[in-house]
């Protein structure tokens, strides 16, 4: 290994790159960014509305990949990124795989005291 990285948990990181604990902090096992207290979030229905480029009215609890034709499997990964973004969080795999609705994506985002 070079002086240049370091391992840690078997990821190489550069000289000077901060721990996850300088980076994120953690809430009940779950990262959640830092420095966006007091920050007021989108609502839940907007962010999905602009990243599936439907009208925000068209988007209920109801709406999923089954309803919207908008919400291909690549839409869902830009919606996952979108809603990291404007949430402050990072979600876990397991979440990703199973919110296919925007009711079960809030629920996720209740669960980790997001209530958008």
């Known amino acids: 290994m070079s002086e240049r990285t370091e391992r840690s948990e078997g990821h190489e990181r550069m000289p000077g790159d901060a721990g996850m604990s300088e980076r994120t902090e953690r809430s009940e096992g779950h990262e959640r960014m830092p420095g ?42 830009e919606l996952v990124v979108a809603l990291e973004d404007a949430y402050h969080l990072s979600f876990e795999f397991r979440e990703i795989s199973t919110a296919r609705s925007v009711g079960a994506l809030r629920a996720v985002l209740a669960a980790r005291g997001v209530a958008p």
């Open 36 to 77: 966006h207290a007091g920050m007021s979030a989108p609502a839940l229905e907007d962010v999905v509305a602009t990243v599936l480029e439907v009208q925000p009215g068209e988007v209920t609890d109801a709406s999923s990949t089954d309803t919207l034709a908008a919400w291909t499997s690549m839409r869902h990964l």
